[in-house]
């Protein structure tokens, strides 16, 4: 058995249904519709709940529960009446039930705190890991940056590297081209140049530059040279050509 000490029941009887609600249920109607009807509520609601229920894990409810059960029927049979709230406090209980509901609930306490205590350590632990993995990941794309900084620098290193390497061999074709085109001209002046007229000068030159002195009984009456000789047969030899054509 459990005793309910207290139960309020706040209403009001609106004014356009004074006169219809005291006609059929008298002056003594929240006697009818509140007092003894709470009475039949609480019990219909202690029967269908079990006292883990009623005194623990549902009481929290009870108040609301009262208060539609209530409405209802005032809504339905005595319109007039509205309840705006009911209050029902803690149901008294024997002694040694109610120390085992005080240390039911202590051990729950203790499981809460535990489960509480367990989702604070996992919620620690969930923010670490997340911390490591955002660690990592900022440290993975640092190294990704600083790799491509490094190629980025590497490929306009061997970039530039490859300007001066076509700059260099533009250089070096440019200056081959001049030193080919000076070597024609060169070429092409010394062809010009080398003329049997000019060959003889120089001839004649080097002999000059080269005189030597005999002494002694028998000197040399001529020296001559292949190519002194050469010409001096070129000579000869065009010499009777034109004769033999003059004398045709």
């Not at 000490?5 to 008298?26: M, P, Q, S």
């Not at 019990?43 to 209530?70: G, P, R, T, W």
């Not at 993975?140 to 700059?167: A, Y």
């Not at 080269?210 to 002194?228: A, H, S, Y």
Request: with cysteine; glycine share 2%.
């Amino acid at each position: 058995m459990i005793n309910f000490e207290k139960i309020e029941v706040v209403n009001r009887l609106h004014k356009e249904h004074v006169y219809e609600t005291l006609r059929d249920y008298g002056v003594q109607y929240d006697k009818t519709w509140i007092y003894d009807k709470i009475h039949h509520e609480i019990n219909q609601f202690c029967s269908s709940h079990s006292l883990q229920q009623v005194y623990i894990d549902v009481f929290d409810q009870i108040d609301e529960k009262m208060k539609d059960a209530l409405q209802g029927d005032c809504t339905r049979y005595a319109p007039g009446i509205e309840i705006i709230s009911v209050r029902v406090t803690k149901p008294s209980i024997p002694e040694s039930i109610r120390r085992n509901f005080e240390q039911m609930e202590e051990e729950r306490t203790k499981v809460l705190i535990a489960i509480e205590s367990q989702k604070v350590v996992e919620k620690e632990a969930e923010t670490r890991k997340k911390m490591a993995i955002s660690e990592a990941e900022k440290n993975s794309n640092v190294s990704k940056i600083l790799m491509e900084q490094k190629l980025m620098e590497k490929d306009s290193s061997r970039r530039q590297e490859e300007i001066e390497n076509q700059m260099y061999l533009a250089r070096q074709r440019s200056l081959s081209d001049a030193d080919f085109y000076r070597l024609t001209k060169e070429a092409e002046a010394n062809k010009l140049m080398l003329t049997p007229q000019y060959l003889e000068l120089k001839f004649i030159e080097a002999i000059a530059d080269n005189t030597k002195i005999f002494f002694g009984d028998k000197v040399p009456n001529m020296i001559l040279d292949q190519r002194l000789l050469g010409n001096f047969l070129k000579e000869v030899s065009r010499n009777i050509s034109m004769e033999t054509i003059a004398a045709s």
